[in-house]
Each structure stands twice: as structure tokens, then as C-alpha cells.
């Protein structure tokens, strides 16, 4: 579904978007024309309406009557013809009818490009694909989403991702209003579903006694002004001649002698069909329905911009495999569970060595796993592990989809991770307890690759060689990040009393900017919010250690603060600058740790270099009450932003600070603090508060812990809070 999402978006990216441009401009004119009509207050009936313009217009021939209320009366007086606006209620002439040019040209262009049938066939093909990219986008994002029942919940992604979901939950409706009807449009103009079954007949003759006054004719007394389409008067100089009348029913004939109806054939079946999706597709007569689709319209654009990033920069992100064999050909499969795109590579290496070996490789997401492989014997499973324990985005779908799978081939999971985080491969070791639950036979033990080990991958390459009876060597140099140069500006030290040394190092923002806008997913080194993530690069690896930013590139530095660990490579070479030195990094948008915006209250808790992104959503506050909780060791040592978060206080910008310093007597842990303030927890929790939690591992655990027991009165948890988005968390 993915790959047909994406080729059919590819392919009518121009077309769709021309289509959706154009509908933007036509969804104006019903919303024009309600502005512009005049209102029809008490109407009277279409006999009076009549007999009122047939007095104050002189050789009326025709009244009309738009979607929109608008009465148009055509004449000729014997010389010239005209076209006039007329009042509904009073029959007058309010000004002179002109259609405009600007809508007219819109129209053709949307219909059919000025081409003719080659350009209401394209408007077709247009219309056609965006009903299809509508409806497989629904199923992607019910996949996403985890099912129709979070199909609303929090977007999860991406700067682009996010853009391309909450637009396209926005504009669904619209779109697939918009392209279902302009389908059936474009087919009933190729006569390939009918439109209407009615047939032409001619007008009968009437009694040819002297005209009675048309404001007494009973056929046209029993209409309201409302049903009118057309009337058409009789000629002049002809008593036979009848009224012709055009109604949203149907179509019938009046004498104007005796004012009753000589013929009336209602609308068929497909004639009211036609003009219900008429009205569903243009919104005319329906100023409320017009805006919807205009709005539904002028997100198309941004859809297939945003659509075309993700599948570029998921494009580039991916390896490129040469020789994937199709899923029912292959004897060997690789699935790929990958937040970041750097199991790929690994992936990647180890489907070029099997393929060297002679065997027929298939690789896939773990999300696109099949329900059955007819000739596998083997199955390798590649697995990262995202932040706690949690599926990397390319496999949040994988357990759900193995209860389907029909197929037994002997497995192999390889995880990777990061061995300083107690999850350490936790979703691969998941991955690997539900295989063998659903009956296949391991392969080899689960092996664990630490913080993309190459060496850790050649020895279970290794293994794979013995378990399969082929030499396989898999060696794998992952791709150096592209990085920018930041130069340190200033440089504070704290903790060191403590024996807990914490640099905050503030760095120049780089002048320049490279690829694409970062909405579009692109790094720009000059926009950054605090919370996102450098990523730095240690002299002598190419393995980004990453640090959360407390600064906004508003404010023309980028600020971190880094916990000298023992023995670490990039602390210890972080600590060890001056200013002036220089680092080489990128930026990393980091969305899922931002508050929301709103006015509801903010809880930060962040304890040690874990305040750095917390201080920055402080610093940027300017509605809404927060409430810090900070943790350290001493607060003459190692409380960082203390004069700060005093000006913060004093400016209303930060609400309360609770803090707790675990080397003074009585401090206790930031987890005590939130402990003791349990009852005003629950009452910010009632009213809707967000919390952010940034820190350590342990202290983490410990804050979900002392939540979970504050939150317990009211029948809530953590993990309530986080499928709602109101638990946001970035432990290291």
C-alpha cells in the first residue's frame, strides 16, 4: 500500500496539484455569490415574481435562477437584448448581469485544460488518483496510528511526517468528497455511467384563448421561488405558446390561459443523482460545503510537497539493494526494524553477503512482513530498539502481523542498541520470545549489536556461517553523517566540588544552511528549537553521541550541557574545550519532546545536564503556568540556571521551582519532591497539565514510579498519560 501511495503520488504530483489549485479558486465563487445575492426575505410566489418583472422589464424572454439565489431576467425589447439582476421580492432591476470572466476561464481550465475530451479525460485521471491516494492514505494512516481508534491521537515523526498526517486527517474528507464526485463527473461526461434518462419532447400547444395575468396563474402560484431553476415566458404574439418551467424536480409545461400544467415530467432517478453530486462537488448553493472543499483543496499542495520529502528522504536514507529477490521466490528473508535508517546498513551488508553465497534474499521492513514466504527456510530479523524498550517506526506493526503468518522458516534475531541503557535491545529480545511462541525453531541465540558495533557484527556473521554451512564475512563501515563546524563561545563549569563536573557550552550558530528547509525534513544548521538533538562527532569516530539543546537558534547560540563521564569519549573531549575550539555536528529535530501549545499547565522534571532542554522551554514561555522540579547534588555546586530560573520567577515566566539536592541534609531526589507534592500534582494533572521529564535512566524510572503513586487516587497512570501526549519523556 505504501509503494502504491507513494508511485501514485509521484506520478500525479503536478497533475493532482493543478487540480486541487484550480478547485481552490472555483470553491470561491459559491462563497462570492453568498456574499452578493441579495437576501430573499418574504418571496412571493413565482406567479407574482413573474407578473412583477414582467411589468418593469420589457420583452422579458427568460428568468433565471442560480444555486445561489440569484434571479436573472433575460429581455429583448425589440432592438437589443439584455441581462438583468432582479430583486426576488420586488421584481425590479438591481443592476446588469455579467458573468465573470475570471470564474468562466477557471472553470474551462478545471474541467478540461481547454483541451477539449483529452483535457476531461486528464481532469478524470486527476480525479481518479486523488481518490485513490485518499483512500490507500487512510489505510496507511490507520496502520500508523495503531488502528481506528487512534486514528486522532498525537502524530508521532518527523517534521514532514507530521505535516503530511495532521493535514491529510484534516483534509480527508474533503478530498475524498472532492475526487469521488469529480470521478463520476468526468465518467457521466463519457457517457461511461449515465447522468440522465430523460428525453427531449416537445412543448404541447395550449388552448389559444386570451393570456390570463400571469400573477394568477394557478400552475405558477403553486411553485415556490425556492424549486425555481428556469421559466421560460411565452412569445408575445402567441396565444398557443405555454410557460416552460424548470424546477429542481423536474421539468413542465403551463398554459397561460388557464394557468394549469399541460405536461410535467419529473427528473429520472440518474438525473437527481447527477445534480446531487453536482452540488457535492461544487459547493454552489452551499457556501459552508464550498469552503470545506476549498480548504480540503488548498492542502493538496503541501500534501505533495511533504509526500515527496518523506519518499525522497526515506529514498535516501535507505541502501541500495541490488538483487531483492520477490518475497514468494526468496529462501532467505531479512526484516529490517530501523528508527533512524542505520540498521539498514547493516541489513544491507548482510543481504549482499547470503546473495554472494548463492541464496535467492528478500529484505523488508519488519512492518511489511507477508503472511506467508513458500520457500523460505530462513528468516533474519534485524530489530533496533527505540527509546525504552519500545518498535523502531519500520516495526510497530511487525507483532500484530505475525499472528498471520503462516509460513515456520528457522530464525535469527540480531538487535541493536546502546549496552548503557538498561532496555538494552529490549524489542529485539520481544521480537524473539513471540517467534518462537508462534512455533518457529531459533536459528541461533539473539545477539545483541552495541552502539553499531562492526566488530560485534562480524562475529555473528560468523555464527550465521557455521549455522548455515556457507562463509559468509560481513564487515560493514557505516556512512560518516554530514556535519557542520560550531565553534565554542563561552564555557561554565559547575559540580566539580560534587566530584559530578557539568560543562554548559554555548556554541556560535553556523552562518550557513544546506539541503532542504527543515520542515521538509532537510538540516538546516541555523534552525533549532530547544529540545532537538545535536549530534557530535568525537575526533576519531564517526558515532554521534547526542545531547539535547537548551537554546533556540533565535537566539543565535546553540546551548548543551554535558556530564563529565569517566572514561567517556565525547564528554571527556567536550570538557576539554576552549573557546574558540571547534566541534563538528549536525541537528537532529527531535518533535516528540516539545510541549504542546496551549494554556494548560506545563510539569518539567529533569534532574542533573537533564534541566538543559527544560530550561529552554522556560526561557521561551510566555502564557502558560509551569512547574519545575530539579534535581542535583548541592545547590552551591551544581544548580544549573539558578540565577535564571530566579529572573523567571520574578517575570512570571515559571510558575513554582521545587527542588531537591541529594548532598545536603534532607535533600532527598527529585522523585521525593514530586512525592510530597502529590495533592497539587493531581490537581494540575485534573486540569489537563502536561509533564516533561528529561534526565537519566534511573532518575526517570524513579519519576514514572512517584507519578504512578501520585496519580493512583485518581485511577490513572503514566502510561494513561502518554497515549494521550501528555507524558513526554528523554532519558539517557
Excluded at 491521537?153 to 474533503?174: D, E, F, N, Y
Aim: aromatic share 8%.
Amino acid at each position: 500500500m505504501r509503494r502504491f501511495h507513494g508511485f501514485a503520488g509521484l506520478a500525479g504530483l503536478a497533475l493532482a496539484t493543478f487540480m486541487a489549485v484550480t478547485g481552490f479558486v472555483l470553491s470561491l465563487q459559491p462563497l462570492l455569490d453568498a456574499v452578493t445575492t441579495a437576501p430573499v426575505g418574504d418571496a412571493p410566489s413565482v406567479a407574482e415574481l413573474a407578473g412583477l418583472v414582467a411589468e418593469q422589464v420589457p420583452g422579458v424572454e427568460r428568468l433565471a435562477r442560480s444555486a445561489s439565489g440569484q434571479l436573472v431576467a433575460y429581455a429583448f425589447d425589440g432592438t437589443a437584448r439584455s441581462a438583468d439582476i432582479v430583486d426576488p421580492t420586488t421584481g425590479g432591476v438591481i443592476g446588469t448581469y455579467a458573468p465573470s470572466a475570471f470564474f468562466t476561464f477557471f472553470t474551462e481550465l478545471h474541467r478540461s485544460l481547454f483541451l477539449d475530451w483529452a483535457g476531461h479525460g486528464a481532469a478524470g485521471i486527476a480525479s481518479l488518483g486523488i481518490l485513490a491516494l485518499s483512500l490507500s492514505g487512510i489505510g496507511l494512516l490507520v496502520r500508523k496510528m495503531g488502528g481506528w481508534r487512534q486514528l486522532l491521537a498525537r502524530v508521532r515523526g518527523t517534521g514532514p511526517q507530521r505535516l503530511h498526517t495532521s493535514l491529510a486527517r484534516a483534509a480527508v474528507i474533503a478530498l475524498l468528497l472532492t475526487a469521488a464526485t469529480g470521478t463520476y463527473m468526468s465518467a457521466a461526461y463519457f457517457e461511461l455511467v449515465a447522468s440522465s434518462d430523460s428525453a427531449f419532447s416537445f412543448p404541447p400547444a395550449g388552448e389559444g384563448a386570451v393570456p390570463a395575468p400571469i400573477a394568477s396563474l394557478e400552475g405558477l402560484a403553486s411553485l415556490p421561488l425556492s424549486e425555481l431553476r428556469e421559466l421560460v415566458f411565452p412569445a408575445a404574439d402567441d396565444a398557443s405558446d405555454v410557460f416552460s418551467v424548470t424546477t429542481a424536480t423536474g421539468q413542465g409545461y403551463i398554459d397561460q390561459a388557464t394557468g394549469a400544467f399541460l405536461s410535467f415530467t419529473p427528473n429520472s432517478i440518474w438525473q437527481q443523482v447527477y445534480e446531487f453530486i453536482y452540488l457535492l462537488h461544487t459547493g454552489q448553493g452551499a457556501p459552508l460545503l464550498a469552503a470545506l472543499l476549498g480548504l480540503g483543496a488548498l492542502a493538496v499542495p503541501t500534501l505533495a510537497a511533504t509526500g515527496a520529502a518523506i519518499w525522497w528522504l526515506r529514498r535516501r536514507a535507505m541502501p541500495r539493494i541490488a538483487h531483492n529477490q520477490p518475497p514468494r521466490e526468496a529462501d532467505t528473508v531479512i526484516l529490517v526494524g530501523s528508527e533512524s535508517g542505520s540498521t539498514w546498513g547493516f541489513a544491507a551488508d548482510l543481504h549482499k553477503a547470503l546473495s554472494a553465497a548463492g541464496h535467492r534474499v528478500h529484505i523488508a521492513a519488519m512492518n511489511e512482513l507477508r503472511p506467508a514466504y513458500p520457500r523460505a527456510s530462513r528468516l533474519f530479523v534485524l530489530a533496533a530498539t527505540y527509546g525504552d524498550g519500545a518498535a523502531p517506526a519500520s516495526a510497530r506493526q511487525f507483532l500484530g502481523r505475525l499472528k498471520a503468518l503462516a509460513s515456520r522458516p528457522a530464525f535469527a534475531v540480531l538487535g541493536f542498541g546502546d549496552r548503557s541503557f538498561p532496555q538494552f535491545c529490549a524489542y529485539a529480545s520481544q521480537v524473539e520470545a513471540a517467534l518462537a511462541a508462534h512455533g518457529l525453531r531459533p536459528l541461533l541465540p539473539i545477539c545483541g549489536i552495541d552502539r553499531q558495533s562492526s566488530a560485534d557484527f562480524a562475529a555473528w556473521g560468523r555464527s550465521v556461517s557455521e549455522a548455515i554451512g556457507a562463509e559468509l564475512t560481513l564487515t560493514h563501515i557505516p556512512p560518516r553523517p554530514r556535519t557542520t563546524s560550531f565553534v565554542l563561545d563561552e564555557r561554565t563549569l559547575y559540580g566539580v566540588e560534587v566530584q559530578a563536573p557539568v560543562a554548559l557550552l554555548r556554541f556560535a550558530v553556523p552562518k550557513r544552511r544546506s539541503g532542504l528547509p527543515a520542515w521538509l525534513g532537510g538540516h538546516d544548521h541555523r534552525q533549532f528549537e530547544a529540545g532537538d538533538l545535536v549530534g557530535i562527532l568525537p575526533p576519531g569516530t564517526d558515532i554521534p553521541r547526542y545531547y539535547s539543546i537548551a537554546s533556540s537558534s533565535r537566539e543565535g547560540l546553540m546551548e548543551i550541557c554535558v556530564r563529565k563521564q569517566a572514561g567517556g569519549l565525547c564528554s571527556e573531549f567536550l570538557h576539554g574545550l576552549a573557546p574558540g575550539d571547534a566541534i563538528e555536528a549536525f541537528i537532529r529535530p527531535n518533535p516528540d519532546f516539545r510541549p504542546e501549545r496551549s494554556r494548560r499547565p506545563l510539569i518539567l522534571i529533569g534532574a542533573g545536564a537533564g534541566i538543559a532542554p527544560l530550561a529552554g522551554f522556560v526561557r521561551s514561555n510566555r502564557r502558560r503556568p509551569i512547574h519545575l522540579f530539579f534535581g542535583a547534588r548541592d545547590p552551591g555546586s551544581d544548580f544549573l540556571y539558578r540565577d535564571e530560573f530566579q529572573e523567571a520567577l520574578a517575570e512570571g515566566r515559571l510558575t513554582s521551582l521545587t527542588t531537591a539536592f541529594s548532598r545536603v541534609l534532607g535533600g532527598g531526589y527529585v522523585q521525593d519532591r514530586l512525592l510530597d507534592e502529590a495533592g497539587a500534582l493531581r490537581d494540575l494533572v485534573r486540569s489537563g497539565a502536561q509533564i516533561m521529564v528529561c534526565g537519566g535512566r534511573d532518575m526517570a524510572n524513579g519519576v514514572r514510579e512517584a507519578i504512578d503513586a501520585c496519580l493512583m487516587p485518581l485511577g490513572l497512570s503514566v502510561q494513561d498519560l502518554k497515549r494521550e501526549g501528555l507524558y513526554l519523556e528523554d532519558a539517557y
